[in-house]
């Protein structure tokens, strides 16, 4: 009997933008299961040839992952980790075969067994073009099948996959919006739980980022705290392809977002306060309108808007369209209640997200007059590989010459603590069309914008004080962007990384000077390795990354030397959930308040422009440190680990699953 030729029984056109993702749950129909022999997954990126000759405006690729038994952990998917423009992957997936029940009939088959999820998302991080994709399933027949093809008359949806067997497998179909869009947990009924006691976890990506890079912490986040059915988890997502403007315009773009979403905005108190000057904050569209049909696309918000296509056809899209949040601000009697049912409120900032979110607290702190943060609790404020101290003092001064200069903007002038006193001068032209207008206080100071955040009594020092604890995560070793002392404020002055690495202290992993360190990340970034199916299956089993966990109480924060005066060393204890830890000690300084306050004012612009950025970024951890406890994370991840840690990708990032693990476990975000 000659082969037959395989069916095309699904196919599907869609444009991923930056952070774009679709899902396909496939499942086949048990009762005809036995009839196929194999399903090709085929994912071809259409776009022309020539835009892979041009990566500066893309990069122009997809990744793609099909899973087999999605639900089942850890999955072991077969993965295309960089598809460029006009190239096609082929995946093909064998169907279990039956098991015999009893000896009667042709058995059964495991449904879950011939279930996949096929994922494809974007790689494109510079600019809001698109990567046009087309996705087809084919089933290749048992030669011995009988199964009588009957393609559907049913006429298929645009933006929807086109099913032309639905007798032969079903489809289960996620767009960006669905994935990454915020969604109210649901009541047993499906219907939006109506208390108002819900818990608003945020989080923001890093520089060159989108809402794809949270992705996996959102949906470990939603997992472990499904039971509870009190958290709603934001993906911020108005500053893809805008985070070289600065940590003030990536920061007034978030506030924005979460006013908006918690409802301050719907309230008269709102309105008469808060306007939202979009000229200054919003330059682009937001990844939420980004992947809304044209017709439901805000059209003044369009014409405003210079950084995306105004011409937005009805094909560029993923999908459905996003559906706007409910607007539950109204109470019984018909008054406007504040804010709109979150009672908390939690941060969690990954890279230049973390001072983005510093940043937020402060400008939303101001504008509403404090009355956000006095009717919904801060709870948690985290950080992750996040440069709080700048970059510069701890990688080669040519980096941050090259940052201070402009290289990627003004958020690389933020980065290099480089003093703002030229920006506010009249008619300094090129500085003040790069800033926006001065919002609040943060905008006004002419010293470095880190500086100014952290300095206590400023709006940002202010509110970060009010949340109930402050976890900063730090690489200890191979983050070529991000380095330890950086990202743990200098907090944790008895840490010996040199002990750390020897084969007689807590790891026997060689150390890594910065450039093997920069050598080894563009190779992962350029030619990322795809983990083998044995890795993925020890993944769950691999030891914990964390390896420093210490508290450190409000004080003046020590030197680079290690040194704080008159501190005294109290052991404090470990918690259960790290597996391999040193135990450090907190740190008290009898130095007052006033003193210190005193200390971190008589930083004016004439003594901040002639400090080094050593001497700035301790001015800053004084700040951060005063009256303000921290906890100290430290993590060793052996491969490049800026991304790792928060798992950029799911199944490429494997080495940082256990540290969102701990971050997930390690917080009630309920």
Known sequence: MPKQPPLLVLQHTTSLSIGGIVRYRIALDPSNAHHVKSLLFRVRNTSPVYRNLTPGSGPWKVAVALARNPDKTPATPDLVPSLGCAQVSNLEAVVAAAHPQDGQGEGSFDVHENEWELEVMSEMVLHPNWIDVKIEILAQLREDSDYNAKESTTTAIESLPQLLYPGLISCQYKDT???????????????????????????????????????????????????????????????????????????????????????????????????????????????????????????EDDNASSGASTNTNSHKHDGNTIHNQKNNTKSRNGSIVFPRRFSKISFLGHSLGGLINIYALGYIQEKTAGQFFAQIQPVHFLTIATPLLGVGFEHPWVLGYALGQGVIGQTGKDLSLKDRSGNHAKGTGASEALLPLPECELDTSPEPLLVAMARPGSVSNTALKMFKDRT???????????????????????????????????????????????????????????????????????????????????????????????????????????????????????????????????????????????ELAELVAQGYHTDMDWIKIGVFIANEAHVQIIVRRKWYNLDGWKCVQDVVERHDFS
């Open 472 to 614: 900063s995560y730090a690489n200890i070793d191979n983050d070529m962007a991000v380095r330890f002392q950086t990202s743990t404020m200098m907090g944790i002055p008895t840490f010996d990384m040199d002990q750390f690495f020897s084969p007689e202290g807590p790891s026997t992993q060689p150390k890594r000077n910065l450039y093997s360190s920069v050598v080894s990340s563009t190779l992962a970034f350029m030619f990322p390795v795809v983990p083998s199916k044995q890795k993925l299956l020890e993944a769950l089993e691999a030891p914990s990354p964390i390896v420093v966990v210490s508290h450190v109480d409000a004080v003046l924060a020590p030197t680079t030397s290690g040194k704080v005066d008159e501190s005294v060393v109290d052991t404090s204890t470990t918690p259960t959930t790290v597996t391999s830890a040193t135990s450090l000690g907190s740190h008290h300084s009898s130095t007052s308040s006033k003193s210190t306050n005193n200390s971190c004012s008589a930083g004016s612009s004439s003594t901040t422009k002639s400090k080094s950025r050593q």
């Open 177 to 299: 919006a669905a994935i990454c869009g915020a969604s109210y947990p649901k009541d047993e009924q499906g219907n939006d739980i109506e208390d108002r006691d819900l818990h608003l976890v945020v989080l923001t990506h890093g520089i060159h980022g989108s809402w794809l890079d949270m992705l996996y912490l959102r949906e470990q986040i939603d997992a472990h705290n499904a039971h509870h059915g009190k958290t709603v988890t934001l993906l911020t997502d108005t500053n893809h392809a805008g985070t070289e403007e600065g940590i003030q315009m990536a920061g007034q773009r978030v506030a924005h977002d979460i006013l908006q979403f918690t409802g301050y905005c719907d309230t008269e108190e709102g309105k008469r306060t808060l306007t939202l000057a979009k000229t200054n904050t919003s330059k682009r569209l937001p990844l939420s309108h980004i992947f809304a049909t044209a017709k439901n696309v805000d059209t």
